[in-house]
């Protein structure tokens, strides 16, 4: 089993509609989780980041938490084609030790205009 | 200031020989860290300094990957006898070690073809 889990797509939405981004992490020591986009040929860039359970919202981007199930999603609402890219899952267990993240293989978004 | 920088931006080789990818962290990041990124796939973690640390390596995939960070800055990452297999972006990232959460704040990337 992989240690972060996510649907590699493409995720094709409609422009407008919501976009529910999935993943999955078998570590329960993760105690923060980051969301990165990455555009095609880009660097990642940080998005979201969440460590308590439920939800947090940050304009369009809302993310969910739910530690008991090593669940965590990405929602965008009133998707736009600029949204199109890859969205990348990142749980890490804050050891100080071990900061780096470990980083799930993205799924890739479209949004269609 | 600027964010982090990497250098080359691209670089073609052909086997067998020996490559240095750079890495320039944002001012005041302690923490440095690299990731390669082959095609279609997620990021790689490869090797990761803080400050005076022993550096964690391992992500290494093998003996002839090596780095160096010197002055706590600037980092060099190595690659010996390069293979096809090494074909990937190399990506380094930078971080506040004091900050309540580790954001990494990512490169542009060195994008390596070994031919």
């Known amino acids: 089993q992989k240690e972060v ?54 304009g369009r981007f809302t993310a969910q938490l739910n530690k008991a199930s090593q669940y965590v999603s990405l929602l965008i609402r009133d998707s736009q084609p600029s949204d199109s890219a890859t969205y990348l899952c ?24 | 200031g600027a964010g982090v920088s990497q250098s080359p931006s691209n670089k073609v080789t052909e086997k067998g020989k020996d490559v240095e990818l750079r890495c320039d962290p944002i001012s005041g990041h302690t923490a440095l860290y690299w990731y390669r990124q082959s095609l279609g796939q997620g990021l790689e973690f490869l090797i990761y300094f803080q400050g005076n640390s022993a550096p964690d390596k391992s992500g290494l995939p093998s003996d002839r990957f090596s780095a160096e960070r010197t002055g706590g800055s600037v980092s060099t990452l190595t690659i010996q006898r390069t293979q096809q297999e090494d074909s990937a972006v190399y990506l380094c990232a930078s971080s506040l070690v004091t900050s309540a959460y580790n954001e990494q704040f990512f490169g542009p990337g060195t994008r390596l073809t070994v031919l």
Do not use: H
Request: charged share 20%; with cysteine; glycine share 12%.
């Open chain 1, 5 to 58: 889990e996510q649907n590699s797509g493409p995720l094709s939405v409609p422009e407008g509609a919501i976009a529910s981004l999935n993943c999955t992490y078998s570590d329960r020591g993760s105690q923060s989780f980051f969301w990165y986009r990455q555009y095609s040929g880009k660097s990642p860039e940080l998005i979201m980041f969440i460590y308590s359970n439920g939800d947090k919202e940050d």
């Open chain 1, 90 to 113: 990142a749980p890490t267990t804050g050891d100080t030790g071990r900061r780096a993240l470990t980083f799930g293989s993205g799924t890739r978004l479209q949004v269609q205009p």
